[in-house]
């Protein structure tokens, strides 16, 4: 059985062995963005062609970016049903909440490091806290600060940033009072893109570092790419700067 993640910024194949999971090539080219695929016939047709030739039983997964996709209007329920029609029968398709990613995402952990208790997972269109008794997805991430400050293109540099920053701390506070999400303790783990994005801030560390530290990574990086020159900055800067802000 082959699982196929579909992400906001890419799919992804993996399979399970006796040394752990294995990730596979897309069978031809660049893997796609389910959502940018499914309105399209010849887009749709295309991805199913690859499906079948994986040859194997498949469990399609779409989180985020599909949810959102749908939330706008970008994708319809016909675009997804008229997929279906194409996949093979060995597969099967599913659009998973925003809680079951959250599950999902935990129950990786845990199966991974048994002894963790907490996460925090950040991904393009959303991001996963809690732990199994206090679990949330929240629906925004890097995608928001990316669009924000590369696509907006009026305004002072500085201002676009802090503009950016306050709309991610509006959407905490905003998320929190919906949720009712309590203040994490005790040790936190990073997964996905947190993984990363610690990589390139490297504070990277196999024994816990206190957040106090990691807020100081995250704002030495953001104050740094504030204080920038915005015209010597490329999507790479900015797709770093946007998660620095969401996690900060």
Known sequence: MLVIDCGS??????????????????????????????????????FASDINALAAPCLIGATAGLRYALLTGTVSEADIEALRELLPESCTFQILSPLEEAQLELASLLFNIPDAVTMISMG?????????????????????GYEMLIKSRNGPWRERVAATAHEYEAKCDEAAEKDRIALLDGTIWGVTDTVDLAISLKIVNRSPMPVGKVIEALDACATYYTESDPLALNCDDITLLAPVLALR
């Open 9 to 46: 910024g890419g799919t992804r194949i993996c399979r399970k062995t006796k040394k752990g999971v294995e990730r596979l090539k897309w069978p031809k080219g660049r893997a796609p963005v389910l959502s940018n695929v499914l309105p399209s016939d010849e887009r749709r047709r295309d």
């Open 124 to 144: 393009g269109k959303s991001m996963q806290i809690g732990c199994e008794v206090n679990l949330f997805s929240l629906p925004f991430a890097m995608h928001l």
